[in-house]
């Protein structure tokens, strides 16, 4: 029996040395049991430094009370069978370069002792990505914003005038005395009208994209 245990052990360490993934093992007390050649690289130390330490050691100093605690509710989640999704914490990398951890831990029990093992990543590069991308997401979403502010303040500031055009132009044809004054008047109207028509339209598109088209329900026979 004994030695089965030593062999399964064994096929542990082996498997678990030849992970690209860091992979840590801590007690309930959040100290740390072992850690793999994965692990040494995550966090530029010997794996032998690490062993004993508590994982709150690896933790920025800035966030380690925070940070530790969050483990701590994790681990319970964990016991439980509450934790729906990997961890997310702040480690401390090469240099104590501040950095983005994911760890998905398992559980088991050992002597009585609930003992945790994790598969520790690195994601700093993916959490930096995905800021850069939400950054420009609201940029651009800013950017379209403004545009659609002043589509719609420059389509206003055109109809007051076309209005004006389109009211005189109804006048002159109104007066117009032979058949060459009211075919140029005629064009002004086409034109003035055509002009109106598309700053409606760009209007509409400002509404659309500021969320703000109102929807007009009308009968319809069928």
Do not use: C, W
């Amino acid at each position: 029996m004994e030695e089965a245990r030593r062999e399964s052990e064994e096929r542990y360490r082996f498997v678990a040395e030849s992970a690209s993934d860091g992979i840590l093992t801590i007690d309930q007390d959040r100290r740390i049991l072992f850690a793999n050649r994965g692990a040494e690289r995550i966090f530029a130390m010997n794996s032998r430094d690490m062993v004993g330490l508590p994982f709150r050691a690896l933790i920025p100093d800035r966030l380690r009370d925070d940070h530790d605690a969050a483990l701590r509710e994790h681990l319970d989640a964990v016991v439980t069978g509450r934790a729906e999704q990997a961890l997310q914490i702040a480690g401390k990398g090469p240099g104590h370069r501040e950095i983005t951890l994911e760890i998905a831990f398992g559980e088991y029990m050992k002597h009585g002792r609930h003992i945790f093992t994790g598969i520790v990543r690195d994601v700093t590069e993916r959490k930096q990505l995905e800021q850069v991308l939400k950054r420009a997401k609201e940029d651009a979403e800013q950017a379209n914003r403004a545009k659609s502010d002043f589509l719609a303040r420059m389509s206003h500031e055109l109809r007051t005038p076309l209005n004006a055009i389109l009211g005189f132009a109804q006048l002159l044809e109104m007066d117009a005395s032979d058949p060459d004054q009211t075919e140029s008047v005629e064009q002004i109207l086409r034109a003035g009208r055509h002009l109106l028509s598309l700053v409606d339209e760009v209007l509409d598109i400002a509404r659309i994209e500021a969320g703000r088209m109102a929807l007009s329900l009308e009968p319809l026979s069928v």
